[in-house]
């Protein structure tokens, strides 16, 4: 009998070796602590039957993981938060607002915002002198 499983073929060889020997040891590098975690639940292995000399590998990488996911759900909504402050309307003066607000805001958007930028530089820089 045989038996297919869609599911990445990264790291199976430890999931296999959890039924084989009752005892989950990480031989397979580079997988990501986040979707070992995610397999692990797949396949309703508790994280307790880690090894030891593991453990020291996973759970911090785990814990990254869950500050990287945090900060970028917190960029994200950030970043959607400023769009919508930023939304001028699809009127004719909504679009002249927008350019001046990138001009001035954004020297990246344009090679007139990034003249705007270095001119105002250059006048605070002089007005030190």
Wanted: one cysteine or more; glycine letters at 4%.
């Amino acid at each position: 009998q045989e038996f297919y499983f869609d599911r990445t073929w990264k790291g199976f060889n430890d999931i296999l070796d959890v039924y084989r020997l009752g005892q989950l040891h990480l031989n397979s590098g580079g997988i990501c602590a986040n979707r070992l975690r995610t397999d692990l639940e797949y396949w309703n292995i508790s994280q307790f039957l880690l090894d030891p000399c593991c453990a020291l590998r996973y759970y911090p990488s785990i814990e990254t993981a869950d500050q990287e996911i945090e900060s970028q759900t917190i960029s994200e909504q950030k970043y959607l938060e400023r769009m919508e402050e930023e939304n001028f309307g699809d009127s004719k003066v909504g679009r002249i607002r927008k350019y001046l607000w990138n001009l001035t805001e954004y020297p990246e958007t344009s090679l007139a915002a990034q003249a705007f930028a270095f001119i105002s530089m250059s006048v605070v820089v002089l007005s030190t002198i």
